[in-house]
């Protein structure tokens, strides 16, 4: 029966698949190349359509980018349900308008309270900053929004709108023209996502931060486990400080598993002074027991408790205004030592020199004087110059390793008259040398310098410390020459031994062949002499005396070269 079956099966006709139409239109193709390069046509508008190069509007997948996505943003100490409402309470003309916009019910409603006033004189200049604040608001409360942008890649993102209005060509484009605004600060913080700069730039755009340093508070966390003090925390010299697990990018690392990357901030605010935030983080944040809301700031005061995720540690909060107060009141005194000067100013009987000195002006009232007897000194100098004016004080600079002078002054004279005249003495002789005299460069601090060698030398002495310090000085310096001196000598008087030594060696080789030449040449010359005495006398007793006179004469040079060889 088994085989019978099979039988009947394959005897019946299997019904062929309908064609469908997209293959269909490929039956007309005879050849085969044809056919190929339909197909591959096909294939690329398939590819282009499925892969996007641009997102062109809101719509579908893309509608959570459209400013009337439902999405709560926060704008001055209120919470809108989008960014659409968040905006056009922004351009309300008063506080009054902006609480009916806050209230409107729905989207349609509150775009017919929106059209009832115009927007402020101020308002070009402020739409795009406060767009780009309430948009990064939006995408910084919920993750899952910000992982969507993140994810749209490269592509350029296009605000298509149907209505042609200046608005809409502000914001995006209509047709073919539009400035495309909304676009391009979702791609900024597409860019600022991806590198990892997102939470920063929202709060330096959604948040009036105090950027001036001089104003800000040091912040100080002691934490406590169990009543007991277990770290102190100073926050200081920062507009923010991120507090998390995260390690790299925190200010304050907390180590709990409960805490999150990037669990909370503490910021110094233009309005509200120093608050906190929840960056909405799992576990949560509490002050003093009560919750915080996700990305809502709550202003701190002194004596503050916090706490974080499941911890059991707290934190308790110190503003410390001191350091703060204390420049404020520098500048005050500054600012009141100015209003003085300006006082003087207004006298009509002031003259130059006190202005200058006023606005701090350096006074051209010093000169130069060079190539100067080393022998010159103060009184000489004032001799030299009195027919310019009165001097208030003369420096003849010193070397500090000889003592001795250094060959030029600085004179002070009482005006710049003064000055001015004693350049004319440049040129002139004095102990038989031709002076230099030119105006000297004087900054403050030179002036306070003088000042002070000037009150320094109407003291009489030294004290017996300054002299004590200035004994210990010197004979450090003694030990140090000291021993740099023996170390050398030891090295040279070692070297030129060993080089004398050498020196002696080589030279009684020298003598010693030099002697024995000599003693040859001497004895041949004795021989000639006696035969040459001989002829000319006759005689053997006239002979010795000069044989003898001879050998004195001979063993003397030996003599003499045994002492220069020792």
């Known amino acids: 029966y088994m085989g019978i ?47 996007q190069d641009k997102i062109m509007g809101f719509s579908g997948y893309n509608e ?16 809108y349900p989008n960014v659409s409402y968040g905006y056009h309470a922004a351009r309300a003309p008063n506080e009054k308008m902006r609480n009916i916009i806050h209230k409107s019910p729905t989207l349609s409603s509150m775009y017919d309270i929106a059209r009832t006033y115009e927007d402020p004189p101020d308002w070009a200049f402020k739409r795009l900053k406060v767009m780009e604040g309430l948009v990064r608001d939006k995408f910084r409360r919920k993750r899952e929004l910000r992982e969507k942008l993140k994810a749209s ?28 605004q909304l676009g391009r600060i979702l791609e900024q913080i597409r860019k600022d996502i991806v590198d990892d700069l997102e939470l920063e730039h929202w709060l330096f755009v959604t948040f009036q931060l105090q950027d001036d340093k001089r104003a800000l508070p040091t912040i100080k966390l002691e934490v406590k486990k169990d009543s007991t003090t277990v770290e102190e925390k100073e926050l200081q010299s920062k507009s923010f400080f991120l507090l998390g697990s995260n390690e790299r990018k925190c200010d304050y690392l907390m180590t709990h598993p409960s805490i999150s990357r990037a669990h909370a901030c503490l910021y110094h605010d233009l309005d509200n002074g120093v608050s906190i935030l929840d960056l909405g983080s799992k576990a949560g944040s509490w002050v003093n027991g009560e919750k915080l809301k996700n990305c809502f700031p709550y202003p701190l005061k002194t004596g503050n408790l916090l706490s974080f995720g499941q911890s059991t540690r707290k934190y308790l909060v110190t503003i410390d205004y001191a350091a703060v107060e204390k420049k404020f009141e520098t500048e005050e005194k500054l600012f009141e030592k100015e209003l003085k000067q300006l006082e003087k100013l207004e006298n009509p009987n002031f003259d130059k020199s006190s202005i200058k000195e006023i606005f701090g002006l350096v006074k051209q009232d010093t000169v130069y004087v060079g190539n100067l007897e080393y022998a010159v000194t103060e009184s000489d100098l004032r001799d030299f110059f009195k027919t310019c004016g009165k001097i208030t004080s003369i420096r003849i600079p010193d070397d500090y390793q000889t003592g001795k002078k ?63 310090l200035a004994r210990k000085d010197l004979e450090k310096r003694h030990v140090k020459k000291s021993r740099g001196h023996h170390h050398r000598s030891r090295k040279h008087s070692s ?58 004469s001979d063993e003397t040079p030996s003599a003499d070269s045994k002492s220069s060889n020792s």
Not at 64 to 79: A, I
Not at 424 to 430: F, K, Q, T
Not at 443 to 451: A, G, N, S, W
């Open 495 to 552: 070297s030129s031994e060993e080089a004398r030594h050498k020196h002696s060696h080589k030279h009684k080789k020298k003598n010693h062949k030099h002697s024995k030449s000599n003693s040859r040449s001497r004895s041949r010359s004795r021989s000639r002499s006696k035969k040459d005495s001989s002829d000319e006398s006759g005689s053997e007793s006239d002979s010795i005396p000069e044989e003898k006179s001879n050998k004195d």
């Open 406 to 468: 250094k060959g030029y002054a600085f004179i002070t004279f009482e005006t710049e008259a003064g000055a001015k005249q004693a350049k004319r003495h440049s040129g002139i002789l004095l102990y038989n040398r031709k002076v230099k005299v030119s105006i000297a460069e004087k900054k403050p601090e030179i002036e306070q310098r003088i000042q002070k060698e000037a009150d320094r030398k109407k003291k009489k002495g030294t004290s017996e410390e300054e002299k004590k």
């Open 153 to 180: 890649g490269d592509r350029e993102i296009i605000n298509l709108l149907l209505e042609d209005s200046s608005n809409n060509i502000f914001w995006g484009v209509v047709g073919t023209k539009g400035q495309n």
């Open 5 to 51: 079956f099979i039988l009947i099966v394959k005897m019946i006709p299997i019904p062929r698949p309908q064609q469908h139409g997209r293959n269909a239109k490929y039956d007309k193709y005879g050849d085969q190349m044809e056919l190929e390069a339909e197909i591959e046509r096909d294939a690329k508008l398939l590819y282009q359509e499925r892969r």
């Open 64 to 79: 959570f980018m459209s400013n009337d996505f439902p999405s709560e943003v926060y704008y001055k100490g209120f919470m």
